[in-house]
């Protein structure tokens, strides 16, 4: 499979588009939240693969950490603010369970324990707007596309302790951050006393009325 997308084989880049895309869509999607931004990506990332084919090692095993590598970088060279983000993570986790939600559930038992509801799954993706650009690529990289931290540290261009550090807290601060959220979501306002007011005639006569 190298040898022919290293030769520009179109029958080989077909194949590597069949078995991939979905892969490199869900990346893409978690990094950006945004599943428009998200196809985006999938084109940008195989049209790029194509266009690099002679970079690719002619050595090696599975060619995903590679197209993985490519869409990180093109995530962070579209990614315009850190607020733009935020704003298309509330709007993903309005859409929780209505269209892409397959394209999330994975990763929730890995995340934040067990994730068996849409509300926690909504809080999570919530959440992940907290979590820093960086956090959010050693999350998908490594829970939920099962890099490991080697091949992760590869695909990013930093040591593989450095991943693994990065890996611990964005663990840790998404849970807490999705936490939080459901906490404030299930806390009830304290109850108002009201005090009924009208004509207490009326409300005896009424009273009267009901007992004939």
Same mark, same amino acid.
């Given at each position: 499979?190298?040898?022919?997308?290293?030769?520009?084989?179109?029958?080989?880049?077909?194949?590597?588009?069949?078995?991939?895309?979905?892969?490199?869509?869900?990346?893409?999607?978690? %990094?950006?939240?945004?599943?428009?931004?998200?196809?985006?990506?999938?084109?940008?990332?195989?049209?790029?693969?194509?266009?690099?084919?002679?970079?690719?090692?002619?050595?090696?095993?599975?060619?995903?950490?590679? %197209?993985? @590598?490519?869409?990180?970088?093109?995530?962070?060279?579209?990614?315009?603010?850190?607020?733009?983000?935020?704003?298309?993570?509330?709007?993903?986790?309005?859409?929780?369970?209505?269209?892409?939600?397959?394209?999330?559930?994975d990763h929730a038992d890995d995340v934040a324990g067990r994730l068996d509801d849409r509300?926690?799954?909504?809080?999570?993706?919530? #959440?992940?707007? @907290?979590?820093?650009?960086?956090?959010?690529?050693?999350? &998908?990289?490594?829970?939920?596309?099962?890099?490991?931290?080697?091949?992760? #540290?590869?695909?990013?261009?930093?040591?593989?302790?450095?991943?693994?550090?990065?890996? &611990?807290?964005?663990?840790?601060? %998404?849970?807490?951050?999705?936490?939080?959220?459901?906490?404030?979501?299930?806390?009830?306002?304290?109850?108002?006393?009201?005090?009924?007011? @009208?004509?207490?005639?009326?409300?005896?006569?009424?009273?009267?009325?009901?007992?004939?």
């Amino acid at each position: 499979m190298r040898a022919r997308i290293r030769a520009g084989d179109p029958h080989a880049f077909a194949e590597l588009f069949d078995e991939y895309a979905r892969t490199v869509y869900n990346h893409a999607y978690r %990094l950006t939240a945004n599943w428009a931004s998200a196809e985006d990506i999938v084109s940008a990332t195989f049209t790029e693969a194509w266009r690099s084919r002679l970079r690719l090692e002619a050595e090696g095993g599975s060619v995903r950490p590679w %197209l993985l @590598g490519i869409a990180t970088n093109l995530v962070r060279a579209t990614s315009r603010s850190e607020r733009r983000y935020k704003a298309a993570a509330a709007a993903a986790a309005a859409a929780a369970g209505l269209k892409g939600e397959t394209a999330v559930t994975d990763h929730a038992d890995d995340v934040a324990g067990r994730l068996d509801d849409r509300r926690r799954l909504a809080a999570t993706v919530r #959440a992940l707007a @907290g979590l820093r650009r960086t956090e959010r690529e050693v999350l &998908s990289l490594c829970l939920w596309q099962g890099l490991d931290y080697a091949t992760a #540290a590869q695909t990013l261009g930093i040591p593989v302790g450095t991943v693994r550090s990065r890996l &611990s807290r964005a663990r840790t601060k %998404l849970k807490k951050l999705a936490d939080t959220q459901l906490l404030a979501e299930f806390r009830e306002p304290r109850p108002v006393k009201r005090q009924t007011r @009208g004509n207490r005639t009326n409300a005896a006569r009424s009273a009267q009325e009901g007992t004939r």
